[in-house]
């Protein structure tokens, strides 16, 4: 894409870079929680993280964030992996918070040692009670002038698992009177007698995000651990960790987090959506997950550029999906082969058209490629299934499809005009009878005659069927969790229409999950991930067009 200015963090890197700090390295970190699919807010974190070590050729490192044990497992641990190299991003290294925790309980018995940390008996209630308020001081409790070796052994209790669950916690004792309260004497450590994916029954306590975080970023020597703006109150205590244990100085900087109207971006939601059946599965293509994006047609290149075109933000903003869909739209623009598929079918007889007789038309790949990108060839007959709403009954002024004595271009083929057309008991519209011109083959076309408007068709003889599978969007609000009531409420009942019996041009039997296809006229098209040859299902990307600016 085109030149454009350095955002602020870039900015950040050059003058890191040009000052000579940590020797001109850079080296950064995704550090997912494997607590659910990578979503599309993800692949903002991730672009930038990777795309920053790479401009400055530098790297990244893979960290599953793994301190919460009831939450996590291999199944995202997998999938989180599977989505960053689809996304086209290789990682340094593939690491896990959960290998430092003897390392970190080492740091938390430095802090106990020089009286930087203290085992507390309270309860979550009266911590927080003691905590104080934005405006009033907090209290120190009599657990806070434990002496040092009274601490060391009472941590060493909890790992032993000599307390259950929420008996006790370790601080830091850092400032009950700052007034950040994240420096309110934070928890460090808490007992949770639970297997861990990784570390099996070994740990019954657990770090806080505020001490594995930043300890593990020191660890692994990151330059710039790149965060969302939520954590800005973090940093000072990010930065009181590293400087007490006098570690590697890792910087914390903050970027806005993605939001995209019209959608979710939580796991703790989208796993709600999962497990009460709202939808199919992590990857249902109307997910705003990375595999739903992948599942619905959406390209590695389409989701990067989108990342880009939005640029790093220090502000909370919503991003319109419209701009998504855009970027899905340009690329398939490039790349998707043209091909004819009728989705809501009805018949069009050519009255003049011999019987039996099956002619070979000719289609271009893709008329934005020069040369048309190949093509391929494209039977034609007597009997074609054409779009219901091509032709009407009474068709208004300016309507340019089927109307009796109107006249349309078959898309590769000929002018036809409509003749007549015929209704059921119920007055219904069976089939439409025309009759062709066979002097305006496309191509070779000598009938003088002008036509406004071209339809798509499938010769009825010759069509293989396909379950077409359109979506709208999962929620008919623009944040649906910023709503009265749960998010659940706003779902949209309509988000999927499945049309059961599409009819489709024979060559569309050799389309494969992953390689769009654009269905003329009607939007870009894939082949589901659980479509069977003797089972087509194509999942709809995108429409083709809509009011999106660029
Ligand atoms: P969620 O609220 O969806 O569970 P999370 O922040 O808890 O998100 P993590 O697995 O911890 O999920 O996220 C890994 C990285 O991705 C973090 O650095 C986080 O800041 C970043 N990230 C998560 N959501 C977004 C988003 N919407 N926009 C940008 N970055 C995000
Ligand atoms: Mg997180
Ligand atoms: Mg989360």
């Known amino acids: 894409?085109?030149?454009?200015?350095?955002?602020?963090?870039?900015?950040?890197?050059?003058?890191?870079?040009?000052?000579?700090?940590?020797?001109?390295?850079?080296?950064?970190?995704?550090?997912?929680?494997?607590?659910?699919?990578?979503?599309?807010?993800?692949?903002?974190?991730?672009?930038?993280?990777?795309?920053?070590?790479?401009?400055?050729?530098?790297?990244?490192?893979?960290?599953?964030?793994?301190?919460?044990?009831?939450?996590?497992?291999?199944?995202?641990?997998?999938?989180?992996?599977?989505?960053?190299?689809?996304?086209?991003?290789?990682?340094?290294?593939?690491?896990?918070?959960?290998?430092?925790?003897?390392?970190?309980?080492?740091?938390?018995?430095?802090?106990?040692?020089?009286?930087?940390?203290?085992?507390?008996?309270?309860?979550?209630?009266?911590?927080?009670?003691?905590?104080?308020?934005?405006?009033?001081?907090?209290?120190?409790?009599?657990?806070?002038?434990?002496?040092?070796?009274?601490?060391?052994?009472?941590?060493?209790?909890?790992?032993?698992?000599?307390?259950?669950?929420?008996?006790?916690?370790?601080?830091?004792?850092?400032?009950?009177?700052?007034?950040?309260?994240?420096?309110?004497?934070?928890?460090?450590?808490?007992?949770?007698?639970?297997?861990?994916?990784?570390?099996?029954?070994?740990?019954?306590?657990?770090?806080?995000?505020?001490?594995?975080?930043?300890?593990?970023?020191?660890?692994?020597?990151?330059?710039h651990s790149i965060c969302t703006l939520e954590f800005v109150p973090h940093r000072p205590l990010y930065d009181w960790f590293i400087e007490q244990l006098d570690l590697f100085p890792s910087k914390q900087y903050e970027f806005a987090r993605l939001n995209l109207n019209y959608t979710v971006m939580s796991k703790r939601k989208l796993l709600q959506l999962v497990d009460e059946k709202h939808v199919e599965s992590w990857d249902d293509p109307r997910m705003p997950t990375i595999s739903g994006l992948r599942r619905r047609g959406y390209t590695p290149a389409s989701i990067r550029e989108f990342c880009e075109r939005i640029g790093v933000a220090k502000r909370e903003n919503m991003i319109d999906v419209g701009l998504l869909e855009f970027c899905i739209r340009e690329d398939l623009n490039k790349t998707a082969w043209r091909r004819m598929a009728v989705l809501d079918p009805i018949k069009c007889i050519l009255t003049n058209y011999p019987d039996g007789e099956t002619e070979i038309m000719h289609g271009e790949n893709n008329p934005e490629v020069e040369g048309g990108d190949g093509g391929r060839d494209i039977p034609f007959s007597k009997e074609l299934w054409i779009e219901r709403d091509d032709f009407m009954e009474d068709p208004p002024k300016k309507f340019f499809r089927l109307g009796v004595g109107l006249m349309v271009r078959l898309k590769n083929a000929y002018i036809i005009r409509c003749d007549d057309f015929v209704k059921d008991a119920d007055g219904n519209v069976t089939e439409i009878h025309c009759t062709y011109l066979p002097e305006s083959k496309s191509g070779n076309d000598t009938s003088g005659i002008n036509v406004k408007g071209t339809i798509h068709w499938v010769s009825v003889p010759h069509a293989k069927t396909a379950e077409v599978r359109l979506y709208d969007r999962l929620f008919q609000v623009e944040d649906p969790s910023n709503e009265d009531g749960d998010f659940k409420e706003y779902l949209n009942p309509n988000s999927l229409h499945i049309l059961p019996k599409a009819y489709i041009e024979p060559d569309l039997t050799n389309a494969i999950p992953g390689k769009a296809v654009q269905f003329m006229r009607k939007g870009y098209f894939t082949l589901d991930k659980y479509s069977t040859p003797d089972h087509l299902v194509f999942n709809r990307t995108v429409t083709l067009k809509d009011g999106w600016k660029s």
């Open 1 to 223: 894409s085109e030149e454009r200015s350095l955002n602020f963090l870039e900015e950040i890197v050059e003058e890191d870079i040009a000052a000579g700090k940590n020797g001109g390295r850079v080296l950064t970190r995704f550090p997912p929680e494997p607590n659910g699919y990578l979503h599309i807010g993800h692949s903002k974190s991730i672009c930038l993280n990777f795309g920053l070590a790479q401009k400055y050729n530098g790297e990244t490192n893979l960290r599953f964030d793994d301190t919460n044990p009831t939450k996590e497992d291999v199944e995202y641990v997998d999938s989180i992996k599977e989505d960053i190299k689809w996304l086209g991003f290789e990682w340094a290294e593939e690491l896990y918070a959960s290998d430092y925790f003897d390392q970190l309980y080492e740091f938390a018995v430095v802090l106990i040692k020089n009286n930087l940390a203290y085992v507390d008996d309270s309860t979550a209630e009266e911590i927080a009670a003691q905590k104080g308020t934005p405006t009033e001081p907090g209290t120190p409790n009599q657990y806070r002038s434990r002496s040092i070796d009274e601490n060391l052994q009472l941590f060493a209790d909890m790992k032993a698992g000599k307390y259950p669950d929420g008996a006790k916690v370790l601080r830091a004792k850092v400032d009950l009177a700052s007034p950040n309260m994240h420096l309110r004497d934070p928890l460090m450590y808490r007992i949770k007698h639970a297997h861990h994916h990784r570390t099996g029954d070994t740990w019954c306590i657990y770090p806080m995000y505020d001490f594995a975080h930043g300890q593990s970023d020191a660890i692994e020597k990151i330059t």
